[in-house]
């Protein structure tokens, strides 16, 4: 089995920073990408940032989030980072870890997520 566990998210004001944690644990073979997603009440689950893996890592941001958030990934640990800065009360959502991996012993590449963290950001 697979397992993600996030960690980091909070209560934080508007303009404040906070650094979110996945990490991925199990029969792994080898991970393609890691990604942050959010949802917020009332809305569709969006991509936040994803990165991929090998010598030349691929980034991705979704736009509201370009020059504020930062993914970064520790491939030795399978951990996936996301560190958040100048919050705004419009990225108050909760936030799911997801990663495209292939597991010992099994064919092919799935996707699996975590349970999620809240992400409270006040005016």
């Known amino acids: 089995q697979v397992q993600l566990v996030e960690s980091g998210g909070g209560l934080v004001q508007a303009g404040g920073s906070l650094r979110l944690s996945c990490a991925a644990s199990?029969?792994?073979?080898?991970?393609?990408?890691m990604a942050w997603y959010r949802q917020a009440p009332g809305k569709q689950r969006e991509l936040v940032a994803s990165i991929t893996s090998g010598g030349s890592s691929n980034y991705a941001y979704a736009d509201s989030v370009k020059g504020r958030f930062t993914i970064s990934r520790d491939n030795v640990k399978n951990t996936v980072y996301l560190q958040m800065n100048s919050l705004k009360p419009e990225d108050t959502a909760v936030y799911y870890c997801?990663?495209?991996?292939?597991?010992?012993?099994?064919?092919?590449?799935?996707?699996?997520w975590g349970r999620g963290t809240q992400v409270t950001v006040s005016s």
């Open positions: 997801n990663t495209n991996l292939k597991r010992i012993g099994f064919g092919g590449w799935f996707d699996y």
């Open positions: 199990g029969n792994i073979d080898s991970i393609r990408s």
